[in-house]
C-alpha cells in the first residue's frame, strides 16, 4: 500500500507542463502590468480563478484520480499563481 500512495504522489507532483511553466504567475503579471494596490485584490482573483481552471483542465488530460488530482491541482495553481 505505502508504494501505491508514493506512486501517486509522484504523478502528482510532476510539473503541470512545459507551456505552462513558461507563462508568467499571477504575480508577475501584476508588477509587469503596474496593477493598482485598489485594483490588485480583484485581478489576483481572477487570475487565481483562471490558473484553477487551467490546473483542473489539466488534471483531466492527465487522467489524474483522487489523492493525486488534489495534489496535482494545488502544486499547479500554486505554480501558477506564484
Known sequence: M????????????????AALAQQPTCKLQ????????????GFMQK??????GTCENQAV???LEEPAR???????IR???G
Not at 508588477?31 to 494596490?37: D, L, M
Open 2 to 17: 505505502e508504494l501505491a500512495s508514493a506512486c501517486v504522489a509522484a504523478i502528482a507532483l510532476l510539473p503541470p507542463t
Open 30 to 41: 501584476s508588477i509587469e502590468k503596474k496593477i493598482a494596490a485598489s485594483a490588485l485584490p
Open 79 to 81: 505554480a501558477l499563481v
Open 47 to 52: 487570475c487565481e480563478n483562471e490558473a484553477e
Open 70 to 76: 488534489s495534489l496535482f491541482i494545488r502544486a499547479c
Open 61 to 63: 488530460i492527465r487522467k
